[in-house]
């Protein structure tokens, strides 16, 4: 049998909470349970909002719970030319295709397309689905918005994905989804639309470096938050059509604050080292997210 690795992989965008506790410590406990490989994975790829300081509050809060982790870590934004060869192979392809719309045009085309009272197609995270109008551009117009420098992202032409490796894709869930899913989930990767693969200022995106790590560091199971669900839909599309093995999924429970809603490290929610400071010792933690201790 192949050694199980498990893996947890923040984003040094804002200090770590209760959740990211939480889902670090249920993949160390899964892992342990299984004498499986605990693997920490810092994923940085937005440059601009990742932050140093960030990163090193990450290590000190998982070593102040006792987690350990091996070695190196990989830290996305050193392997940009492993998603660009990724993303280069679905180019050669045409499974995906240069999309210009700003953010702001798009908000007007569904604006003015949901005028008539008819709702504009939304994603399971709430967003509206990418207009067509890059999808559906000449190729005469893309080479010369090219050509002039027009800023463009990638987008997977999921029609052209789905007809070509939408088979039966399904995953298996050990968790549970928002409604209860679990065991042979089917997916359902065109609740998305034309998914980002690509943004503007790198070569990748979320969805795209995720399933790329995942296969790159053997991972045989994604332990995460129940808010990644959906996104898994689009994670098993995208093995399919990069040929990578897909681990099993395991979707946890979020951990929510006094009032019911999901912790965010936007709105500094319990931050684990405002609990550290505040004297919380760590063996707390645990009980505090509803772990056995
Ligand atoms: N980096 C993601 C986050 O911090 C987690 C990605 C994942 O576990 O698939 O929300």
């Given at each position: 049998m192949t050694q199980p690795v498990f893996r947890f992989a923040p984003s040094p965008n804002g200090p770590l909470h209760l959740g990211h506790a939480y889902s670090a410590m249920l993949n160390h406990d899964m892992a342990r349970a299984t004498e499986g490989l605990f693997l920490l994975r810092i994923e940085d790829i937005d440059t601009g909002r990742s932050q140093p300081e960030f990163e090193r509050a990450i290590f000190h809060d998982l070593a102040w719970l006792g987690l350990d982790w091996e070695e190196p870590v990989r830290r996305q934004s050193e392997h940009f030319d492993d998603y660009r060869a990724a993303l280069d192979a679905l180019i050669d392809e045409e499974l995906v295709y240069p999309a210009f719309m700003s953010r702001g045009e798009a908000r007007a085309f569904v604006a003015e397309a949901e005028q008539d009272g008819t709702p504009w197609p939304r994603d399971p995270d709430g967003a509206p689905h990418a207009p067509p109008l890059d999808r559906e551009r000449s190729a005469s117009d893309r080479n010369r918005r090219m050509a002039d420098g027009d800023p463009y992202a990638w987008r997977l032409d999921m029609a052209a994905a789905l007809s070509r490796f939408g088979g039966k894709l399904d995953w298996e869930e050990t968790g549970a989804g928002p409604d209860g899913e679990a065991g042979a989930v089917p997916a359902?990767?065109?609740?998305?639309?034309?998914?980002?693969?690509?943004r503007k200022d790198i070569p990748t995106s979320y969805h795209l470096s995720v399933v790329i790590d995942d296969a790159l560091q053997g991972i045989t199971h994604v332990v995460?938050?129940?808010?990644l669900f959906h996104a898994t839909s689009v994670h098993r599309l995208l093995q399919e059509m990069l040929g990578l093995t897909p681990p099993i999924y395991h979707h946890h429970r979020l951990v929510l604050d006094d009032a019911g809603r999901k912790l965010a490290k936007s709105k500094g929610d319990r931050g684990l080292s405002a609990l550290r400071e505040a004297g919380?010792?760590?063996?707390?933690v645990r009980r505090m997210v509803g772990l056995e201790s």
């Open positions: 359902d990767p065109a609740s998305w639309g034309d998914v980002m693969i690509a995460r938050g129940r808010d919380i010792p760590a063996g707390d």
